[in-house]
């Protein structure tokens, strides 16, 4: 009385598919698998640092060059 026998196993194994259908169970463990990837890519996605800051563009004038001209070529 303590343990299944494989008759049990295949009565109930049986009964569960009446009750739930091949394409239900296959379901189930599809979302299931799928639940677990996601929990094993957000552990991985805790340990990895986060990204560094872009660096932050200050709005100091820049020097600005000026055009040179063909007289100040020959005068220099």
Do not use: C, Y
């Not at 049990?8 to 009446?18: Q, T, Y």
């Not at 094993?40 to 996605?45: I, P």
């Amino acid at each position: 009385m303590g343990s299944f026998s494989l008759i049990h196993w295949v009565v109930l194994i049986l009964v569960v598919m009446l009750l739930f259908g091949r394409g239900r169970i296959s379901d189930l463990m599809g979302d299931f698998a799928k639940g677990i990837n996601s929990f094993k890519k957000g552990l991985a996605d805790g340990e990895t640092p986060p990204a560094p800051a872009p660096p932050q563009v200050t709005n100091a004038a820049a020097p600005v060059a000026t055009p040179v001209t063909e007289d100040q070529r020959t005068q220099g």
